[in-house]
């Protein structure tokens, strides 16, 4: 018996508290704004998984061989840019004073040292006087562009302070094809 006392009185408190939340939010909003901002954080949070942020300058655990101040550095294979590691940085890290842009572009090039395929992240590190050392135009395994937004040749500075670019680092984000 008391145990029923407690869940009944514990619905009618739920009851009154959602009755309470219901009226406040029709006294505050109308349907169609309700219905319009329900309609935007429902297509935003079906879109966000599609745009191409950086997803995590992850830790690194892959066998490295060559120079990554040469553009024949392996992980460069599809960079078109000027490398952070000649400019302050290094070949995974913004130079101080630059940032990393969320906007990436996405490469796939094979290690040598173990002979996969990786795929690999070029970030566009943004805020800063244009580098103009170490500048490479790799385009392996490119493909004629149709679409602007789709070229690595595009200066990807959007979502940063600064939308002067600086210079551009290779981070690998897993095995290409694997579970990474």
């Known amino acids: 018996m008391k145990n029923s006392k407690i869940v009944d009185g514990t619905w009618q408190w739920l009851d009154r508290k959602t009755r309470e939340g219901s009226r406040k939010l029709a006294r505050t909003t109308s349907r169609r704004s309700f219905l319009a901002r329900l309609g935007t954080v429902l297509t935003g949070a079906a879109v966000l998984p599609l745009l191409p942020v950086v997803r995590a ?31 302050g940085g290094t070949h995974t890290s913004c130079p101080p004073g630059a940032e990393p842009s969320p906007i990436t572009w996405v490469g796939t090039c094979r ?5 996969r395929d ?63």
Request: proline content about 4%.
């Open 57 to 87: 300058f992850a830790a690194e655990s892959v066998a490295e061989l060559g120079d990554p101040q040469s553009c024949d550095y392996w992980r460069y294979c599809a960079l078109s840019g000027t490398l952070c590691s000649c400019c």
């Open 111 to 115: 290690n040598p040292v173990d002979d």
């Open 118 to 180: 990786y795929l690999i992240s070029y970030n566009d590190c943004c805020g800063k006087a244009f580098c103009n050392r170490c500048h490479c135009h790799n385009t392996e395994r490119a493909r004629p562009v149709y679409y602007p937004s789709k070229s690595s040749s595009v200066i990807w500075c959007f979502g940063t302070e600064s939308r002067a670019y600086h210079c551009t680092v290779g981070i690998v984000l897993g095995e290409a094809g694997g579970q990474g």
